[in-house]
């Protein structure tokens, strides 16, 4: 039984071939995001009695900030699989009666900003797919580099498609590796032709899986509750099912969660020199109360605004955060400031408007320059006569921080100091964030004084890389930091690497032996 999806999408009739789904018209073309937007969050579960369906809803919950253009659930009872996809927020997508037909003690979950694919429901997750060896749900976190190698193989072989997007290519091929090889195996097959950033869920009938790309770019963790256990993209969603946080899944392993809640088993398929963690989900994407790769999100951030001061703190009257972004970068700084001597005043200087999201339409140019307004406004008793350094987690055009700056000049601030709790963003990212074009990118041909000058403050500092690998207590050869270095940890065409990486080669398949 399914539910709450376009028929077409479905597609229970298969391909005589290759048992694939049957095609549906691609959607529209996603739209120019205005800033840096998280792929996706994924989850899943598998209980000793109770229904998946409300856990994984409340999962989706604590996850919503890493996607919200659409939200799903995919279950199954042991005899068939049941889903719900919808576009929209968690809360909108699901009705009382949408949770309780998702039966089945055992699922996935997905929410999801694109950056990948149309921006459409052809393109929402869990992705699923019935075949020869059964029911196949896949939720993905992360961006493919080679999808189009492996899509042009996999269509040449009979298999339709039925969007744009590269979490279908991955399913069809685990679909095909799935009628050769036991589940391991055929994972295993899969990991060795997809190149790129991926965090899975996983669902082969009621076996729900985790898989981490080698390099570990996007994060994934297991959880245990009190009847099973849990896998999800931020410790924050295990908390919220008052669960405790077992570890991260490793680079490049594949963990199996057993039927009825039982446990979980772990595979180590592939082992690299070095990881590539995404920093930025340290710096901006992740919620602060979640621990990724061993680190409390909060607790890095505050110790990133500590080396901000460290590297290039002024002694102003007030530090005041970009809410909410910059708080605990702020937080850090303020303290850093006061243990060295400096008079400075940590403040809640610039109140943030809760009710003005992504989907706020800008027509005009004078409309655009009040959105600032609208979104934040300063408390002026703060401002007023007083040196003001306000702190972001990042600068990616430079749009906003410009009337950050004009703002609190109208406000009364006689200087106006901007310090950024990351390095300068030189380069797009490939690995599942969007994060605009080189030419969008202020820093991409702009020196710091540069920028300093264009948002027109009286001083401009970033965070160095090497600060950033400080407070994570890393190399930074175990970081993704291609978007301020230009680098990157993937064979990307047209794209300079850190590592040596090469692609795999599509063409050859693995071995069902492997």
């Avoid at 089945?104 to 979950?109: D, E, L, M, R």
């Avoid at 076996?207 to 009847?227: A, F, K, M, Q």
């Amino acid at each position: 039984m399914q539910n709450g999806r376009d028929a077409a999408r479905n597609a229970s009739t298969e391909n005589a071939q290759t048992g694939e789904p049957a095609p549906s018209e691609a959607g529209a073309s996603r739209p120019d995001l205005s800033g840096p937007t998280e792929k996706c969050g994924v989850v899943g579960v598998s209980l000793a009695e109770r229904d998946a369906a409300r856990p994984l809803y409340y999962s989706l919950y604590a996850l919503q900030h890493r996607g919200q253009e659409s939200a799903g659930i995919v279950t199954h009872d042991g005899f068939q699989q049941h889903d719900h996809v919808e576009m929209g927020l968690v809360g909108d997508a699901f009705e009382q009666e949408d949770i309780e037909a998702l039966r089945g003690s055992a699922g996935i979950g997905h929410v999801r900003y694109p950056t990948a694919g149309s921006v459409d429901k052809s393109c929402a997750q869990p992705f699923t797919v019935s075949f020869r060896s059964g029911a196949l749900g896949l939720s993905h976190n992360g961006n493919l580099v080679n999808a189009e190698e492996v899509r042009d193989e996999l269509a040449a072989e009979g298999h339709a498609f039925t969007s744009d997007g590269d979490t279908e290519v991955i399913a069809h091929d685990l679909a095909r590796n799935l009628l050769e090889a036991d589940l391991v195996r055929a994972v295993k097959r899969t990991m060795g032709r997809i190149h790129g950033s991926y965090s899975l869920t996983i669902m082969h009938d009621d076996t729900v899986l985790g898989v981490r790309d080698p390099e570990g770019n996007r994060p994934l963790c297991i959880g245990e509750l009190d009847d099973g256990y849990v896998l999800a993209s931020e410790s924050a969603a295990i908390d919220t099912l008052d669960g405790e946080l077992v570890r991260d899944v490793r680079p490049g392993e594949l963990v199996v969660l057993r039927p009825n809640g039982e446990g979980f088993d772990s595979y180590q398929l592939f082992e690299r020199e070095n990881t590539a963690h995404c920093f930025f989900e340290h710096v901006y994407f992740a919620r602060p109360d979640s621990v990724i790769d061993d680190h409390l999100v909060y607790e890095v951030r505050r110790e990133l605004g500590r080396k901000l001061w460290e590297e290039s703190g002024i002694d102003s009257d007030v530090v005041m955060p970009v809410p909410d972004s910059g708080r605990a970068f702020a937080g850090g700084y303020a303290e850093a400031a006061q243990e060295d001597g400096a008079n400075v005043e940590f403040a809640e200087g610039l109140m943030k408007n809760r009710y003005v999201g992504r989907t706020f339409i800008m027509p005009t140019q004078d409309e655009r320059e009040r959105a600032v307004r609208l979104k934040l406004n300063p408390i002026k008793s703060t401002v007023e006569g007083k040196t003001v350094t306000i702190i972001d987690d990042s600068i990616v055009r430079g749009t906003t921080s410009t009337q950050l700056v004009a703002l609190l000049r109208d406000c009364g601030a006689e200087e106006v100091h901007m310090r950024v709790g990351a390095p300068p963003i030189v380069a797009p990212c490939y690995m599942g964030i969007d994060m605009a074009t080189r030419e969008e990118l202020i820093a991409a041909d702009k020196s710091v004084e540069e920028i300093r000058e264009e948002i027109e403050a009286d001083s401009l500092a970033y965070l160095s890389n090497e600060a950033v690998a400080d407070a994570l207590d890393t190399s930074k050869a175990d970081l993704c930091m291609g978007c301020v270095t230009g680098e990157y940890p993937y064979d990307i065409d047209g794209e300079a690497t850190d590592r040596d990486v090469t692609r795999p080669d599509v063409g050859t398949p693995a071995s069902a032996d492997d």
